[in-house]
């Protein structure tokens, strides 16, 4: 069964925040002369400078932008006990090609489901509700994935949430108010649905494959800085680039710089939260954005949300609710997370190797002769990012 764990919900309710505040932004710069193209280019241009700089950083430090968890555990290690020991050797790099090409595939797909998002709502702005309900709808194709395929099995009780939040999500898009929607909204809004759910799936795989919440953040990054600059060549080039009224300017350059720089830490926020085996919950933290944006609607611009709006959000928040406290019984008598016995793994197997000299590579087998590894099957395979001790 899928526990949830309580630092995962705080990196999916921080996920949650931020993807709202992008969503609204992608909303409200939906208005008569202000490009789409260059919405969108800013939002992803912006995006991908934070995850260069950040990249830098890291290349300086580490000498890599792809790099494991264990390698950045033992960095940190290290860097504690420079004044007593020696630098060691860094763990070895066992990340995959594959598992590199699906954090570029997970960047190109969360831009792309950004992009079918503004179309969706430029081609029928009059059901903005329903296109939300249908993007949103990626809950279920990630919740059946992952219960088997990754084997994150959904408790009855978990499936019934799932099946509350979506409910909520209808009841909003019922109450819209709106036409019954065009053909190409619907086309655009199930495409954004889709390449959404395919980032939170090569997410997930990396995670599984070893590969650090930091590193996975600039390699998607780093692909829609490309895509944003492609994406302002082609508006300076075949569309109008600069607003004729200058009242949109910040509709035009302002809000969608912000959107990117909130777009960054959802995306590092969703990073750290896929890092745990509790992939279906976690989508469905996330996919509930819709209520932060009715908040900000309400907050900024001063719409008030209908009554079926009112309850929908309503029904989310329960359902939400109830995947956070209820918790299978056979997991509470577990006294600590995979991820927590992983980061204790890591730092004892670092700091005894250490002591001892030589690499950790070397010492593994010495340091823990008859100790089983914490690590799950995939991340103790030679596809993996971590070191296997047998």
């Not at 809004?189 to 997930?204: D, K, N, P, V, Y």
């Not at 994406?231 to 949109?248: G, K």
């Amino acid at each position: 069964m899928v526990t949830v764990s309580p630092k995962c919900v705080a990196w999916s309710f921080l996920a949650q925040i931020t993807f709202g505040i992008v969503n609204f932004l992608i909303s409200y710069t939906n208005v008569p002369g202000v490009d789409p193209w260059a919405v969108i280019g800013w939002i992803w241009l912006t995006s991908g400078i934070i995850g260069i700089v950040v990249g830098i950083y890291f290349w300086w430090n580490l000498g890599a932008m792809f790099f494991t968890d264990e390698q950045l555990k033992a960095a940190e290690t290290y860097k504690q006990l420079n004044d007593q020991l020696l630098p060691q050797e860094l763990p070895p790099n066992r990340l995959t090609l594959g598992a590199k090409i699906l954090t570029i595939v997970g960047g190109m797909c969360v831009g792309w489901s950004q992009l079918m998002m503004k179309w969706a709502f430029a081609t029928d702005p009059k059901s903005t509700g329903p296109l939300t309900a249908v993007i949103s709808s990626d809950i279920i194709v990630v919740g059946v994935f992952c219960h088997f395929v990754y084997k994150e099995r959904l408790s009855a009780m978990q499936v019934f949430a799932i099946c509350i939040v979506l409910s909520g999500l209808v009841v909003m898009a019922v109450g819209d108010g709106g036409s019954a929607g065009k053909l190409m909204g619907f086309v655009y809004a199930i495409l954004g649905m889709l390449t959404f759910a395919a980032s939170l799936l090569c997410i997930r795989q990396s995670c599984r494959d070893g590969m650090a919440a930091w590193s996975g953040f600039i390699g998607r990054m780093g692909v829609m800085f490309f895509m944003g600059l492609i994406a302002l060549i082609y508006t300076l080039c075949h569309r109008t680039f600069l607003p004729q009224d200058w009242s949109l300017w910040p509709d035009m350059y302002i809000w969608p710089q912000v959107a990117g720089i909130s777009q960054a830490a959802g995306v590092l926020a969703l990073n750290y939260a896929l890092m745990y085996p509790s992939t279906g919950p976690v989508n469905v933290i996330v996919a509930s954005n819709s209520i932060i944006v009715l908040a900000l609607n309400y907050f900024i611009l001063g719409l008030v949300p209908s009554t079926s709006k009112l309850i929908g959000m309503a029904i989310v928040i329960c359902g939400v609710s109830l995947i956070i406290l209820w918790q299978p019984k056979k997991t509470k008598k577990e006294e600590k997370t995979y991820q927590s016995r992983r980061d204790e793994f890591i730092k004892r197997s670092v700091m005894r190797s250490a002591s001892m000299g030589g690499s950790i590579k070397s010492r593994m087998s010495t340091v823990f002769p008859d100790e089983k590894s914490p690590m799950p099957p995939t991340a103790r395979s030679g596809a993996a990012g971590a070191f296997a001790v047998v």
